[in-house]
């Protein structure tokens, strides 16, 4: 195995959301390096699909590559909370709808050469009207879209980050078995 060692770590900035800190480490040649990381919580993403089959997208402006994109929901898992009562609670803050069945997709590390950041995935059925409203999701707009639409949807650039595309080619997968 080729592990890098932690000879130290010191973190140098702490915000709301995330924690970046730098690793001292040794590769297994005896080289000493560094490594920026950003220690940030797990996440859930859901693939929303309402009683007309249509999947339920939002777009919302992201600061950090300064345009709007439309995604799949997603948000954070707050402390103490599991991965189905996170995807509750998001859906109801980002969508208006409660999933009445959660299956799970699958999960990945969003980012792993500097980030900790792991993301479950799931797919959100059987949703019911029940809004729950949140500070930073008041410019959110959701997008019904039919899934014969997002071959051609992420093949244009439309929908271009990775939770997106990963949570509905899994989608799409399931639904050829």
């Given amino acids: 195995m080729n592990k890098e060692r932690t000879l130290s770590s010191q973190l140098i900035y702490e915000g709301r959301v995330v924690r970046l800190r730098i690793d001292t480490v040794q590769l297994p040649s005896g080289r000493e390096t560094t490594r920026e990381i950003v220690e940030h919580s797990d996440c859930v993403a859901m693939v929303p699909v309402d009683g007309n089959g249509n999947l339920l997208l939002v777009k919302q402006f992201r600061q950090a590559v300064a345009k709007e994109l439309l995604e799949i929901p997603a948000g954070g898992i707050d402390t103490g909370e599991d991965p189905i009562t996170a995807v509750r609670r998001e859906m109801q803050e980002e969508t208006?709808?409660?999933p009445q069945k959660m299956e799970r997709l699958g999960g990945?590390?969003?980012?792993?050469?500097f980030s900790?950041?792991?993301?479950h995935l799931y797919l959100a059925t059987d949703l019911v009207p029940s809004q729950l409203y949140a500070e930073d999701t008041e410019s959110i707009?959701?997008?019904p879209v039919s899934p014969a639409?997002?071959?051609r949807l992420i093949?244009?650039?439309t929908i271009?980050?990775?939770k997106s595309i990963i949570g509905l080619r899994a989608f799409l997968e399931g639904r050829k078995g």
């Fill in 96 to 98: 208006g709808y409660l």
């Fill in 108 to 113: 990945f590390y969003s980012s792993p050469g």
């Fill in 116 to 119: 900790t950041e792991y993301m």
């Fill in 141 to 143: 707009k959701l997008i």
């Fill in 149 to 151: 639409e997002i071959p």
């Fill in 155 to 157: 093949a244009s650039g």
């Fill in 160 to 162: 271009c980050d990775a």
